[in-house]
C-alpha cells in the first residue's frame, strides 16, 4: 500500500518540475514557486489520489492527481490496467478516506471494464470505458459543486433530450466545502462534433466554384436549424428545473459594465482593436438604453459548436462548465439565454472562415465564407424561433453579446494564435459597421 506520508514528501520534491508538463495544468505560463499536498488518499495497493495546491506569483490553485507509481508521470489514469478502479467504485457507491464514489439514483453500471483517456482534451481528464461510459476527471478544483454536474442533473430532473445523461459522481470536501472530482455520463459513440460538421460543409462550399450554399450536397442550413430548436429547449429545460426572473436595472447596467470592463483590458493589450474603441462602447450603451426588463437564467455559458455532438438521435449539448477565463462566481450567474445564441452565432463565422486563415486574399471565397455564415445564422435564429422568442426581435442587445464575444476572441486569439486575430477583428469591423 502507498505511504500517505512518503507520497506527500515525494509531491513536494518532484511536482514543481512535472506538473508545467502535463497537458491539463493550467499554469505554464508562470513558475511554481510552492507545492502544498492538501490530502493523500490511498485508494489500492499501488494507487492513490492527491490534492495539491500548486502556488504562483498573483495566484494559488487546488489541482487533483490519481497516481500510481507504475505509471509514467505519476499519472494512473493512462494506465488501463489500473483506471477501471475507478468505475468500479462509482459502481459500488464507496467512499473512500473522506472521498464519494456515487452513481446516481436508479443507475446500474457495467464493471470491469478499461478506460482509455481521450487525447485531445486541456482542462480536464476524460476516461472512455468500453462504448457506455465516459468519465471527466475535473483536474482543478474550485469550492462547491461543478456547474456541469449541477446542471446536468438540473435537466435530468425534467427530462431533457438534448443531454448525455448524468450517471455518476466522485466528490469530496476541502475546508468544509463540496468539491466535485469528477463526473461519469453515458458515452455516445456514434456521435459528430458540430465543429467538423460545419468545417466539413464549408469545405464543400468552398470546392464548388458555381454553386451557392443551399446548392451544394454538403449543406448545413437544415442542421443548424435544428441545432438552434435543440438550444431553445435546453433553455427552456433549464428555465424549467431551476427558475428564471426579470433582470433589474441594477443587473442590466453592471452586464453592460461588464462589457466595457472587458474591451478596456484588451485594449490595453492589442492595439489593433483601437479603431474601432468608439462603436463598441457606443455598440454597448445603446443595448442599455433599448433591451428593457429582460429575462434571465442558467444557461450553458460557453457555447460554440465544439460544445455540441449529432447523434442519430439530435443535437446534444456538453460541457456545462461555463466561459473558462470566468471566476466560479461569475459562472454561475443568471444571465441572459441571447449570451448563448450569440456564442453560437460567432461560431459559425469562425467555421465559415477558417480555412482562409494564412491563405492569400480571394474575394470569391471570402463571399461564399459570408453567404455560408449568414445562411446558417438565420436558419440557427428560425429554429430558435420555433420554441422561444426569436432572438433577431431584441437586435441591440444580442449585437452587444456578440461584439463582447468577439472582444474576448480578440484577446484569445493575440496570446495563443496570433494568425486568427483577423477573423474576430474582421467581424468587429462588420457589425460596427453595419455590414451584419
Not at 84 to 102: H, N, P, R
Amino acid at each position: 500500500m502507498i505511504d500517505p506520508d512518503e507520497l506527500t514528501d515525494k509531491l513536494v520534491t518532484t511536482l514543481p518540475d512535472v506538473l508545467p508538463t502535463l497537458r491539463w495544468f493550467g499554469g505554464k505560463d508562470r513558475p511554481i514557486t510552492a507545492v502544498r499536498p492538501l490530502r493523500t488518499t490511498p485508494l489500492a495497493e499501488d494507487i492513490a489520489h492527491a490534492i495539491v495546491e500548486v502556488e504562483q506569483p498573483g495566484r494559488t490553485e487546488a489541482y487533483q492527481l490519481i497516481i500510481s507509481e507504475h505509471s509514467d508521470g505519476y499519472d494512473a489514469t493512462s494506465d488501463p490496467e489500473r483506471n477501471g478502479l475507478l468505475l468500479t467504485k462509482i459502481a459500488a457507491g464507496e467512499q473512500v478516506g473522506g472521498i464519494t464514489f456515487a452513481h446516481e439514483p436508479g443507475v446500474e453500471l457495467r464493471t470491469s471494464l478499461r478506460g482509455r483517456p481521450i487525447g485531445v482534451e486541456q482542462s480536464n481528464t476524460s476516461l472512455i470505458y468500453g462504448q457506455q461510459y465516459i468519465l471527466k476527471i475535473f483536474r482543478k478544483l474550485s469550492r462547491g459543486e461543478n456547474r456541469d454536474l449541477v446542471l446536468h442533473r438540473a435537466l435530468r430532473s425534467v427530462g431533457c433530450e438534448h443531454i448525455a445523461l448524468p450517471l455518476g459522481s466522485i466528490s469530496t470536501e476541502l475546508d468544509g466545502e463540496p468539491v466535485t472530482l469528477a463526473m461519469l455520463q453515458e458515452f455516445l459513440p456514434d456521435a459528430v462534433e458540430g465543429w467538423d460538421m460545419a468545417k466539413t460543409s464549408v469545405r464543400d462550399l468552398m470546392a464548388e466554384a458555381d454553386l451557392h450554399a443551399f446548392e451544394v450536397g454538403g449543406d448545413f442550413a437544415g442542421e443548424a436549424q435544428r441545432l438552434g430548436h435543440a438550444v431553445a429547449k435546453v433553455h427552456a429545460d433549464l428555465a424549467e428545473a431551476l427558475g428564471t426572473r426579470l433582470a433589474d436595472d441594477d443587473a442590466i447596467a453592471q452586464a453592460i459594465a461588464g462589457m466595457q470592463r472587458r474591451l478596456d483590458t484588451v485594449l490595453e493589450a492589442v492595439p489593433e482593436l483601437t479603431r474601432y474603441e468608439e462603436p463598441l462602447r457606443a455598440a454597448f450603451d445603446e443595448a442599455r438604453q433599448h433591451i428593457g426588463k429582460i429575462p434571465i437564467q442558467h444557461i450553458h455559458g460557453d457555447l460554440h459548436l465544439g460544445q455540441v455532438l449529432r447523434t442519430v438521435h439530435g443535437w446534444l449539448l456538453i460541457d456545462f462548465e461555463g466561459e473558462p477565463a470566468a471566476g466560479v462566481a461569475e459562472r454561475n450567474a443568471l444571465r441572459s439565454p441571447l449570451r448563448d445564441v450569440a456564442g453560437m452565432l460567432r461560431s459559425f463565422d469562425y467555421a465559415a472562415r477558417q480555412l482562409l486563415i494564412g491563405q492569400p486574399d480571394d474575394d470569391q471565397l471570402a463571399y461564399r465564407a459570408m453567404e455560408w455564415t449568414k445562411r446558417n445564422r438565420a436558419a440557427f435564429c428560425d429554429g430558435y424561433a420555433e420554441v422561444a422568442a426569436d432572438p433577431r426581435d431584441n437586435t441591440h442587445l444580442l449585437r452587444a453579446f456578440e461584439l463582447d464575444k468577439a472582444v474576448y476572441e480578440v484577446a484569445y486569439e493575440h496570446a495563443n494564435r496570433p494568425e486568427w486575430l483577423t477573423v474576430p477583428l474582421s467581424s468587429i469591423a462588420r457589425m460596427t459597421s453595419g455590414g451584419e
